[in-house]
C-alpha cells in the first residue's frame, strides 16, 4: 500500500456542494428572468465557499452571460482554468493590477477618471479598445461615482479610444427588506443618469443594478443583467423576500462522531465547564470547531443525528464540540451528524447558524474555512462532468 503525503483519508468533518442543486437553482433563476435580461453570476470568494470554478462552470452551461468576481486573483484562477466567459471585477483596481486585466480580458468597474485615465493608457500600450462597466453611486456610498456628477465621467469615457463603455451599474443599498423606500429612490437616481444619457446619444449595451434580493422583489429594476449571487447557492437573501418554489440550499456541512462519553450527574463539559449534567447523559464528540468557522457558542444550537436534534453543551472549542445524544441511543461511533443542512425532515439552515453567529447568511457561506474538505455531488448530467460519478472530493486546500 502506498502511503503518499497527497493521498491520505480526508477528516471526518467536511462542506458538500451539491452541483445538481445549483443547476435546478439556475435554470428556476433563468426562467423567471425576461429574454433579453442576462445573467452575471457572481462567484466571488470562491463562489461563497461553493468553489469558483465549479460554480462557473455550471453557470456558464445554464447560459450566465459572465462572472462576478471581486479581486484579480479570483479572476485569475478562472482564467487560469480555462474559463473564456466575460469577468466582471467588482470594486476598484490598484493602477499596477490594470496590465493583468487588460492582457486577460477581466472587465473592470470603473468609479473614478483616475481608474479610466489609467486604464485607457494600458490598453492603448498593448493595441486594445477594452470593455468597462461604470459604477454609479446610487446611495449605497461604496464605490462609484455620484449619479448627480455621474455623467461627466461617461462622456469622457466615451471620449477615450482604447476604452468601450459596455455597462452601467449600480447597486442596492436593501434590496430584500419589505420597506423598498430607498430602493426605489436609487432606481430613479439610476433612470435618471441613464435618461441624460439618452439625452445625450451615450449607448451603453448593459445597465444592471439587481442583486439576488432585487432580483426577486425589484422587477422595474432588471434591466439588461441582474448580478446574482447567494439566490444561486439555494439561500434567500432575507426572511422577507419573493420565495421561488424549488430553490434549495447547494450547501451541507457534515461531520462524524468522533467519541462518546457517559456522564453522572455533576459531570460538567468543556472549557471553563460551562455545562453541567443534572442526570445521566450521553454526550458525542463533533470533529468541527471555531477554526472552521462555527461559531463559538456556549450551551446553544443543535445538529441532526439520526435525524434527530441534539443540542450543543458547553462551548464550541477550535477544533471539537460536545451535543448531548441522551434521548438518541441508536448514536455509534463515526455515525453521520448534519451541522448545517437536512437530515430526513430536519433541517439546519444557513439562517439558524447566522442568528446564533449573530450576523447574515451570507458570513455564513463565506465563513467556512478550507481546512473543510469540499466534496461535490452530481449525477453527471453534464458534458463536463463523467457520467455516472457521484462523489468527488475536492482536493485538500481547495481554498474558499
Ligand atoms: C456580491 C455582489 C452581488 C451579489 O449579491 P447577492 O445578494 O449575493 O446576489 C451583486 N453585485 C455586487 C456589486 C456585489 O458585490
Known amino acids: 500500500m502506498q502511503l503518499e ?18 443547476r435546478r437553482n439556475l435554470q428556476l433563476i433563468r426562467r423567471e428572468l425576461p429574454s433579453g435580461v442576462q445573467l452575471l453570476a457572481v462567484v466571488k470568494d470562491e463562489a461563497y465557499g461553493h468553489g469558483a470554478v465549479d460554480v462557473a462552470r455550471v453557470a456558464l452551461e445554464e447560459g450566465a452571460w459572465g462572472l462576478g468576481v471581486s479581486t484579480l486573483e479570483e479572476a485569475m484562477a478562472l482564467r487560469d482554468a480555462g474559463i473564456r466567459a466575460p469577468l466582471l471585477l467588482l470594486g476598484e483596481r490598484q493602477p499596477e493590477e490594470l496590465p493583468w486585466c487588460v492582457a486577460h480580458n477581466v472587465t473592470i468597474c470603473i468609479n473614478q477618471p483616475s481608474t479610466a485615465i489609467a486604464l485607457a493608457k494600458v490598453a492603448a500600450r498593448q493595441n486594445k479598445c477594452v470593455p468597462v462597466h461604470i459604477k454609479i453611486n446610487t446611495g449605497m456610498n461604496r464605490y462609484g461615482v455620484r449619479w448627480d456628477n455621474a455623467i461627466e465621467l461617461i462622456e469622457f469615457i466615451g471620449s477615450l479610444k482604447s476604452l ?11 434590496s430584500d427588506e419589505a420597506d423598498k423606500t430607498f430602493a426605489n429612490l436609487q432606481t430613479a437616481r439610476f433612470n435618471q443618469v441613464l435618461g441624460t444619457m439618452a439625452e445625450r446619444g451615450l449607448r451603453v449595451q448593459y445597465r444592471h443594478m439587481c442583486n439576488s434580493g432585487g432580483f426577486l422583489d425589484l422587477p422595474h429594476a432588471h434591466f439588461d443583467m441582474v448580478r446574482i449571487g447567494i ?16 430553490i434549495q440550499p447547494v450547501m451541507s456541512v457534515k461531520a462524524r462522531i468522533a467519541g462518546l462519553q457517559n456522564l453522572n450527574p455533576g459531570d460538567v463539559v468543556g472549557y471553563g465547564m460551562r455545562y453541567t449534567a443534572r442526570s445521566h447523559r450521553r454526550i458525542a464528540i463533533v470533529p468541527l470547531g471555531y477554526a472552521d468557522g462555527y461559531p463559538r457558542i456556549v450551551n446553544q444550537g443543535h445538529v441532526l443525528i439520526h435525524a434527530k436534534r441534539a443540542p450543543i453543551v458547553g462551548g464550541v ?12 441511543p441508536e448514536v455509534r461511533l463515526w455515525d453521520e451528524v448534519v451541522v448545517m443542512g437536512r437530515q430526513g425532515a430536519e433541517q439546519i439552515t444557513v439562517h439558524d447558524i447566522a442568528r446564533l453567529k449573530n450576523s447574515v447568511s451570507y458570513d455564513v457561506l463565506a465563513g467556512w474555512r478550507p481546512r473543510l474538505p469540499r466534496k461535490r455531488l452530481f449525477t453527471g448530467l453534464t458534458p463536463h462532468q463523467a457520467q455516472g460519478a457521484t462523489v468527488l472530493e475536492g482536493a485538500h486546500g481547495t481554498g474558499q
Open 317 to 328: 472549542t477550535m477544533d471539537a464540540f460536545m451535543v448531548d445524544v441522551t434521548d438518541i
Open 164 to 174: 468601450h463603455l459596455e455597462g452601467v451599474l449600480s447597486h442596492f443599498a436593501q
Open 231 to 246: 439566490l444561486m447557492y439555494g439561500v434567500f437573501p432575507s426572511a422577507v423576500c419573493r420565495r421561488i418554489a424549488g
Open 5 to 22: 503525503s497527497n493521498a491520505f483519508p480526508s477528516r471526518p468533518a467536511w462542506i458538500e456542494i451539491d452541483l445538481d442543486q445549483l
